[in-house]
T-cell receptor, first 108, second 115 residues
């Protein structure tokens, strides 16, 4: 069974803190996506990666294929980073399997 | 590029009524997906189109659900005889290429409330 698990489910932080969200998947994948969902529903694709590390601004995504694990890091967090962060795995099929999301709240 | 557009944004209907949602993908995107998301959960796959062909349909989709993409452009998702359990956010996403190892672009969703 293909599964994607995220932790933590909920995360609160003070502005400026370093944030890490973790994602584990059960079997081999072709790509791992990190997505951001704001209240109201809109989902934005942050990263898609199949190996190594990607960086965009204050966001960094890493993946360890051997350990079947990916992390999303946010440096110098800001209240506008508050959102639900979702990882999703592509298993060489035409659909993504989503995790349940991590709800992040960053307080000033 | 106007992004993926979904209409309506919100729909409130009474149990037993039929509803139809529309998704307009990014114009050159050949792949189109429908997902359903309930509160506190990640999106669940419903169905997938490659151009006008519906290639996969989740077992979550009962016979009351039907989706079309007649010309390989916009898509509609119809729910017949709605039930309270159908209340959810219905998300559409589109992508370019052969499979999901390329980024998907999501619409803002249609929130359905069945009373």
């Amino acid at each position: 069974k293909n599964e994607v698990e995220q932790s933590p489910q909920n995360l609160t932080a003070q502005e400026g803190e370093f944030i890490t969200i973790n994602c584990s998947y059960s079997v081999g994948i072709s790509a791992l996506h990190w997505l951001q969902q704001h209240p109201g529903g809109g989902i934005v694709s942050l990263f898609m990666l199949s190996s190594g590390k990607k960086k965009h601004g204050r966001l960094i995504a890493t993946i360890n294929i051997q350990e079947k694990h990916s992390s999303l890091h946010i440096t110098a967090s800001h209240p506008r980073d508050s959102a639900v962060y979702i990882c999703a795995a592509s298993y060489n099929t035409d659909k993504l399997i989503f995790g349940t999301g991590t709800r992040l709240q960053v307080f000033p | 590029d106007t992004g993926v557009s979904q209409n309506p944004r919100h729909k409130i209907t009474k149990r037993g009524q039929n509803v139809t949602f529309r998704c307009d993908p990014i114009s050159e995107h050949n792949r189109l997906y429908w997902y359903r998301q309930t509160l506190g959960q990640g999106p669940e796959f419903l169905t997938y189109f490659q151009n006008e062909a519906q290639l996969e349909k989740s077992r979550l989709l009962s016979d009351r659900f039907s989706a079309e993409r007649p010309k390989g452009s916009f898509s509609t998702l119809e729910i017949q005889r709605t039930e309270q359990g159908d209340s959810a956010m219905y998300l559409c996403a589109s992508g370019l290429g052969r499979d999901t190892s390329s980024p998907l672009h999501f619409g803002n969703g249609t929130r359905l409330t069945v009373t």
